[in-house]
């Protein structure tokens, strides 16, 4: 408290925003899009096999948070299944990935003591989703431009919502599912990734701007309520990083949980409108 008439005490300065991770953020960044973008052009068993070892990863840290153990050599047959489930897709299709996914779904249900349900699920979901990046890779050019597209969409997303977020500050938008992030982030998520989605989509694409437009609003918002949904299973296990193998992100799936809904939505969307072996061309081409 002050004293009357005396000297009004100096005001603390705000609090100055760390930007030391900044700088591996970038680099490990740049690392993930040079590996995608030479995946996704190769296409093929070296997609296929990419796909498989990132989300088998992802299925480590989900193992390792689920089942609040060290791994045990079940968990490591049950990781190498997952990833074998993206290698076998160009020689046996998605009969003989979705056949391997099941099987290491039922042992791990059946060989888990505690978390089975949790553990059988994450199996069953990053096998989703080596199904729908595989699927809508396809054998054609077209799969290339929907990878760019989608990743597009979501990594602009993520870096101005970081940017932004941190930057602007704010109303916290879910405080307690994620404490940092803001609706100045998510806002400013929202119009950087709709806006380079749209860029994208009129790069190469003549189909009609306006459904450009909906596609990248759609897969913006599914982006960010894929990173929530990794956060609050992250707060329900009481983790706040999956890993700490990609520095500045955390881990796979730290990075990986804003392509989820995004994923299955663009396999959907385009496999409703020409059937789900023309996937890439069901999204594009109306």
């Not at 879910?174 to 803001?182: C, H, L, R």
């Amino acid at each position: 408290m002050s004293i009357p008439g005396g000297p009004v005490p100096p005001k603390s300065a705000p609090a100055k925003r760390s930007w030391a991770d900044v700088g591996p953020r970038l680099a490990s960044a740049a690392v993930l899009i040079a590996l995608t973008a030479t995946a996704l052009y190769i296409g093929s068993y070296f997609f296929a096999a990419v796909v498989g070892a990132v989300y088998g990863g992802a299925f480590r840290e989900w193992e390792t948070m689920v089942t609040r153990s060290p791994l045990t050599p079940m968990s490591w047959v049950l990781i190498g299944l997952v990833a074998l489930s993206g290698l076998i897709y160009p020689l046996l299709g998605a009969a003989g990935s979705l056949g391997i996914i099941i099987v290491a779904a039922i042992l791990a249900y059946a060989t888990a003591r505690e978390g089975r349900v949790w553990r059988s699920a994450g199996i069953i979901i990053f096998g989703l989703l080596i199904l729908a990046a595989l699927t809508m890779r396809g054998t054609t050019v077209d799969g290339i431009w929907v990878g760019v597209y989608l990743g597009t969409v979501v990594w602009m997303t993520d870096s101005a919502a970081f940017f932004t977020g941190r930057q602007i500050g704010g109303e916290k938008l879910a405080p307690d599912i994620s404490p940092s992030k803001t609706w100045s982030g998510a806002l400013g998520g929202l119009a950087l990734g709709t806006a380079a989605g749209v860029l994208v989509w009129t790069w190469f694409n003549d189909s009609p701007i306006w459904i450009g437009l909906l596609l990248s609003t759609a897969i913006s918002i599914l982006g960010q309520a894929g990173d929530l949904t990794e956060s609050a299973i992250k707060r329900h296990f009481r983790i706040k990083d999956s890993g700490d193998i990609i520095p500045g992100h955390g881990g796979l799936m730290d990075r990986l949980d804003s392509l989820t809904f995004g994923l299955f939505f663009v396999v959907i969307m385009g496999g409703l409108h020409a059937g789900f072996g023309a996937v890439a061309q069901g999204l594009l081409y109306w």
